[in-house]
């Protein structure tokens, strides 16, 4: 009761990672809301100068279990986001990505366990089911990780679970699919599909689909996986579970780059390139679950929801 008591006050959050993509985001929706936010990120992939001038910023390392334990002082909620999260970079440093996304999850766990923390938000991903009989996902399926990167993703999960049941530590894991929106990170190479799809699109270019463009994937709009995150920060009965965080939708990569078409009032040629893209031929997930608990409606259509991002982000304009 004490929990449930404290939702209705300010409340206090660390976000490990909270200078990327995701956390960035949820950093300074939480600050607009009145709570007090510290965020820990060594700056790998993040960028301090998003985040708003009220979250108060560390650079660090989660696996610095000191330097965490003291951040977590009198807060009241992990969101853990830290992460690597490139699958091509994971094949070629699985070790790298063991030492970040599965130690370094078991360290943040320790800190909360010393400092006294109450409950964490785990980040996971849609990646932990890997290939599936039906294209539609259920929290009850079980994962068939098909890479390094997938397979930290569920391992650290299984270390949320475990340690938060021995130490008495409430868990709530979300399995996030693909996040899209304003801010999302361009990296050198790999660039995430819907970013990578705008920007050919606006500048003229050539849309480029690997093998036959039927993949399925599900595309989430970050302010709705915002919006779950804080849900499950005080969802009285979500300790314990693990959650879908998705549109509930399943796109083709091909009807994807149509919707790019419409949203940039363009008409991009599309290139077909017969290599395969590898990975999973679709996955979307089944998101009763995060309806039911956390009471998650996602409310941004995927064409919406590009819109929005041109709109929302100045590299697409």
């Known amino acids: 009761m004490l929990w449930i008591a404290k939702q209705l006050d300010a409340m206090r959050y660390l976000i490990t990672g909270g200078a990327g993509f995701i956390g960035h985001a949820l950093s300074n929706r939480l600050v607009r809301d009145g709570h007090t936010v510290y965020v820990i990120d060594n700056q790998s992939s993040g960028d301090r100068s998003r985040l708003d001038s009220?979250?108060?910023?560390?650079?660090?390392?989660?696996?610095?279990?000191?330097?965490?334990?003291?951040?977590?002082?009198?807060?009241?909620?992990v969101f853990h986001l830290a992460a690597r999260v490139s699958v091509p970079q994971s094949v070629l440093y699985p070790r790298t990505y063991a030492e970040v996304?599965?130690?370094?999850?078991?360290?943040?766990?320790?800190?909360?366990?010393?400092?006294?923390?109450?409950?964490?938000?785990?980040?996971?991903?849609?990646?932990?089911?890997?290939?599936?009989?039906?294209?539609?996902?259920?929290?009850?399926?079980?994962?068939?990780p098909d890479s390094p990167y997938a397979v930290s993703k569920l391992a650290a999960e299984y270390y949320v679970r475990n340690l938060g049941n021995v130490w008495g530590l409430e868990s709530v894991i979300l399995r996030i699919?693909?996040?899209?929106?304003?801010?999302?990170?361009?990296?050198?190479?790999?660039?995430?599909?819907?970013?990578?799809?705008?920007?050919?699109?606006?500048?003229?270019?050539?849309?480029?689909?690997?093998g036959d463009g039927e993949q399925i994937r599900d595309y989430v709009y970050i302010d709705d996986v915002v919006e779950a995150l804080i849900a499950a920060s005080q969802a009285p009965?979500?300790?314990?579970?693990?959650?879908?965080?998705?549109?509930?939708?399943?796109?083709?990569?091909?009807?994807?780059?149509?919707?790019?078409?419409?949203?940039?009032?363009k008409e991009p040629h599309v290139l077909?390139?017969?290599?395969?893209?590898?990975?999973?031929?679709?996955?979307?997930?089944?998101?009763s679950l995060a309806s039911k608990v956390l009471n998650y409606h996602p409310s941004m259509t995927l064409l919406d929801g590009l819109s929005a991002t041109i709109s929302r982000d100045p590299r697409f304009q």
């Not at 009220?54 to 009241?76: C, E, K, R």
């Not at 998705?246 to 009032?265: P, R």
């Open 54 to 77: 009220q979250v108060i910023f560390t650079h660090g390392d989660i696996n610095d279990v000191p330097a965490m334990w003291s951040l977590l002082q009198n807060v009241d909620c």
């Open 272 to 287: 077909m390139n017969p290599r395969e893209s590898g990975g999973v031929s679709q996955l979307t997930a089944d998101i």
């Open 177 to 210: 699919f693909n996040t899209y929106g304003p801010g999302q990170p361009l990296p050198a190479s790999h660039w995430p599909v819907v970013s990578r799809f705008l920007s050919q699109a606006i500048k003229g270019g050539s849309l480029v689909i690997f």
């Open 101 to 144: 996304n599965v130690l370094g999850t078991a360290s943040v766990m320790e800190a909360m366990r010393d400092a006294g923390v109450k409950r964490v938000v785990h980040a996971s991903s849609g990646a932990v089911y890997g290939e599936q009989s039906m294209g539609r996902v259920t929290e009850s399926m079980t994962p068939r």
């Open 237 to 265: 009965d979500a300790d314990q579970l693990t959650i879908n965080i998705g549109s509930g939708t399943g796109t083709s990569v091909k009807e994807l780059a149509s919707l790019v078409g419409k949203a940039t009032n």
